[in-house]
T-cell receptor, first 115, second 114 residues
């Protein structure tokens, strides 16, 4: 149980375009989903927390207008990187948590390369 | 906010030896401490966690200890195997329901050599 999927696994896009990443909890209802960014050989940095049906809470320094997060259902959250630039190239990982337990289950990540 | 420090950043041990990774946290209200293993290019996977009402927890070759007074917790891996080679992250959180979030340490790259 507790499987989280993420799509796509890898995406290459041109500078200035937008990219949407999907995160799904496959066998449980995720009240809360988290979006992280991880640069090579670094730790996971939380970008935002989203609760189903409400606006996401962004961490300090993360532009909410650039990283659009939607958590429309208990099994799906999306992250849209708008007007992507090369410095947005990174490994984006989502995680999901059910109501009650603290345990977060991570998706397999999306490697974004902006040319 | 919470700050989690992790040491060492790299650790090399011979197969069969033990490995210990240590973390400290700053917020005394933190009450949940998971450890994740991340292989190159893969997702972090939960390997063990501990809550603040427990001082030690063991699962086969893996154990975690927590010292609330000193605000530090450690991961112990015994009888290490090559497949234990990965990056390990500690984390801490204050479980306040939907508002709780994990703060991660900087990671330890463990290399188990033959």
């Amino acid at each position: 149980g507790a499987v989280v999927s993420q799509h796509p696994s890898r995406v290459i896009c041109k500078s200035g375009t937008s990219v949407k990443i999907e995160c799904r909890s496959l066998d449980f209802q995720a009240t809360t989903m988290f979006w992280y960014r991880q640069f090579p050989k670094q730790s996971l940095m939380l970008m935002a927390t989203s609760n189903e049906g409400s606006k996401a809470t962004y961490e300090q320094g993360v532009e909410k207008d650039k990283f659009l997060i939607n958590h429309a259902s208990l099994t799906l959250s999306t992250l849209t990187v708008t007007s992507a630039h090369p410095e947005d190239s990174s490994f984006y990982i989502c995680s999901a948590r059910a109501t009650g337990p603290e345990t977060q289950y991570f998706g397999p990540g999306t490697r974004l390369l902006v040319l | 906010g919470e700050n989690v420090e992790q040491h060492p950043s790299t650790l090399s041990v011979q197969e069969g030896d033990s490995a210990v990774i240590k973390c400290t946290y700053s917020d005394s209200a933190s009450n949940y401490f998971p450890w994740y293993k991340q292989e190159l290019g893969k997702r972090p996977q939960l390997i063990i966690d501990i809550r603040s009402n427990v001082g030690e927890k063991k699962d086969q070759r893996i154990a975690v200890t927590l010292n609330k007074t000193a605000k530090h917790f450690s991961l112990h891996i015994t009888e290490t195997q090559p497949e234990d080679s990965a990056v390990y992250f500690c984390a801490a959180s204050i479980n306040t329901g939907t508002a709780s979030k994990l703060t991660f340490g900087t990671g330890t790259r463990l290399q188990v050599t033959l």
